[in-house]
């Protein structure tokens, strides 16, 4: 399991939009560097990410080797009603990891 | 420039490894691949995985963005693409698109994409907003190879594309120089 920094706001007005940002620790390897034989990394990278919000996506990315390591994406979201927030990353070899967190919405 | 010279060697060198064996009978008055024929054929595939002519860049770049338009017209305007003009570090890059839009059912952001015009691939990220989304803007980092443009195309509800464009000079290459 990979760490991620998820920040989001505790308490939120219903109506309000609110900024997500959100870490996960993934080196991205693009697949063009080589590695200290010489011999290239082959491509290890998250792909995609998505957002939902009490069970219905609200956000997603695709990514590509050109986003940096760790990949960090800041977005914003409507405060409608109290529930949970689930991120998801998926990625090569398998990669898949979901955080839940929830938020309350007064 | 090194480049141009890349082509005639490269031509000079497929003919000559066509007819390894028969290449002194076929031609005479060549010389044999020598050392430094087979040194400057490896520096040209070397350098040509990385740096590639200018014009064939930006085309590509074009390409990719008419790709993801699929074929509509994308307009300057509306989007805001924001990046340092002078990076230090190209393997963190922070970048920030967003565009003004109610961002109501009726009226919102579908999706912002953006391009850049000499990394080894095109794409860099692509996002997908709804009216949920409250306000259409992402901030991320990302990796650049050399100093370039980049291009943030959005996509509106109404099918509309509209994009920005930012040139960024960047001091340190990623991937290239020094660690990922």
Known sequence: MARTLLTIPKTAQRGEVIEIRTLIAHKMDPGYLPDSQGQRIPRDIIQRFACRYNGEQVFSAELFPAVSANPYLVFYLVAAESGTLEFEWQGDNGFTQTERVPITVT | MKLSMKLPLERRANSLESSPTSSRENHPASPAPGRRDVLALGVGLAGAAFVRPAAAQADELTAAVAAHAGGAAVRPGRVKLEVAKLVDNGNVVPVSVSVDSPMTAADHVTSIAIFNEKNPQRDIAKFAFGPRSGKASVSTRIRLATSQKLVAV?????????????????????????EA
């Open chain 2, 154 to 178: 959005a996509r509106l509800s109404d099918g509309s594309y509209w994009s920005d464009t930012a040139d960024v000079i960047v001091v340190l290459a990623a991937c290239i120089d020094g």
